[in-house]
């Protein structure tokens, strides 16, 4: 997020000064450019497939706060979500289709690893930037 952060102020310093070069910088060094691209489609990829699971849990007949927490559980790997699927309850208030969809997000499910995959994104990331191989 750090990362992120830094390259919208390089974005809006580039707005303000369009001829500046202003590099992205992590601990004293410059971040190569494709490294941000990267870590900015990770996020983006991230957002939608969480905006897009948190609507689908909605329309199945979850409330807000139950398909926030499932699908925040389920594709962060986080542990308990919130609502009917809390730290007190279990999955079994949600119907059928809406498991199907959280199964899909699930980071070690089958069908879930194209969003599996994105949670061990942010590791290879980090260790690119620390020059570990």
Do not use: Q
């Not at 390259?7 to 590099?23: K, S």
């Not at 900015?40 to 329309?59: K, T, W, Y």
């Amino acid at each position: 997020m750090h990362l992120l952060v830094k390259f919208v102020v390089r974005e809006v310093t580039r707005l303000i000064h369009p001829r500046a070069v202003v590099p992205v910088r992590l601990s004293g060094s410059a971040v190569d450019r494709d490294i941000v691209t990267n870590v900015l489609g990770f996020f983006v990829l991230f957002m939608i497939s969480f905006g897009a699971g948190v609507f689908v849990m909605s329309e199945v007949g979850m409330d807000m706060p139950t398909s926030f927490g499932a699908v925040a559980a389920t594709l962060g790997n986080i542990g308990p979500g919130l609502g009917d699927v809390g730290p007190t309850d279990n999955y079994s208030a949600v119907p059928v289709a809406g498991k199907w969809v959280l199964f899909s997000t699930d980071a070690d499910g089958a069908p879930g690893d194209l969003y599996g995959d994105c949670v061990v994104v942010p590791g290879d990331v980090a260790a690119m930037m620390n020059g570990r191989p």
